[in-house]
T-cell receptor, first 116, second 113 residues
Framework: DVKVTQSSRYLVKRTGEKVFLECVQD?????MFWYRQDPGLGLRLIYF???????EKGDIPEGYSVSREKKERFSLILESASTNQTSMYLC???????????????FGPGTRLTVT | GENVEQHPSTLSVQEGDSAVIKCTYS??????FPWYKQELGKGPQLIID?????GEKKDQRIAVTLNKTAKHFSLHITETQPEDSAVYFC????????????FGTGTQLKVEL
């Protein structure tokens, strides 16, 4: 089974702190993604990476950065946390091309971040 | 960019009834349409997907239909069971776009006994 793990289930940080969210996948997937999930807004893509050291902005990259130094690990960084970044953060991974042309993304359980 | 709209936001059905969730997309180049189910406390999980060269796909009690002309697709769940209660997300993607998905806003489905 594909396993995507996230470093924390719950996290509480103060405004202005630098926050690191870590994600690790064990299936040698090329693609990795960071989303935030908010009620009524669905899942919105923050950043994604299709290879080591490669990254592309998603739909809402402002206030975030990412790092992918190893294929299995994708980190989301909040340079200076703000209260409007309180949210559920979901990491996902997918193969470049799966079986039968599937582009299935495998999600971690999420990190609920509260910024006070 | 792509925009995906999803309706309804909440849906309550009696056990054994059918449930239908509808999505529309804006980018005519999108050609891959997955549906994800998110149970409480878990990440979303793919339940079914369809490509644009297919009009309908079934997997046991779930089916997805796609109307490319109208740019909408729907999820149908028959004989609903309590374990179908969850949040469902539709999504759209261009193949080759780095597997980048644009998600709808989600539907909270509640199956009542």
């Amino acid at each position: 089974d594909v396993k995507v793990t996230q470093s924390s289930r719950y996290l509480v940080k103060r405004t202005g702190e630098k926050v690191f969210l870590e994600c690790v996948q064990d299936m040698d997937h090329e693609n990795m993604f960071w989303y935030r999930q908010d009620p009524g807004l669905g899942l919105r893509l923050i950043y994604f990476s299709y290879d080591v050291k490669m990254k592309e902005k998603g739909d809402i990259p402002e206030g975030y950065s990412v790092s992918r130094e190893k294929k299995e690990r994708f980190s989301l960084i909040l340079e200076s946390a703000s209260t409007n970044q309180t949210s559920m953060y979901l990491c996902a991974s997918s193969p470049l091309r799966g079986a039968k042309g599937s582009y299935e993304q495998y999600f971690g359980p999420g990190t609920r971040l509260t910024v006070t | 960019g792509e925009n995906v709209e999803q309706h309804p936001s909440t849906l309550s059905v009696q056990e054994g009834d059918s449930a239908v969730i509808k999505c529309t997309y804006s980018d005519s180049a999108s050609n891959y349409f997955p549906w994800y189910k998110q149970e409480l406390g878990k990440g979303p999980q793919l339940i079914i997907d369809i490509r644009s060269n297919v009009g309908e796909k079934k997997d046991q009690r779930i089916a997805v239909t796609l109307n490319k002309t109208a740019k909408h697709f729907s999820l149908h769940i028959t004989e609903t069971q309590p374990e179908d209660s969850a949040v469902y997300f539709c999504a759209a993607s261009r193949s080759g776009g780095g597997n980048k998905l644009t998600f709808g806003t989600g539907t909270q489905l509640k199956v009542e006994l």
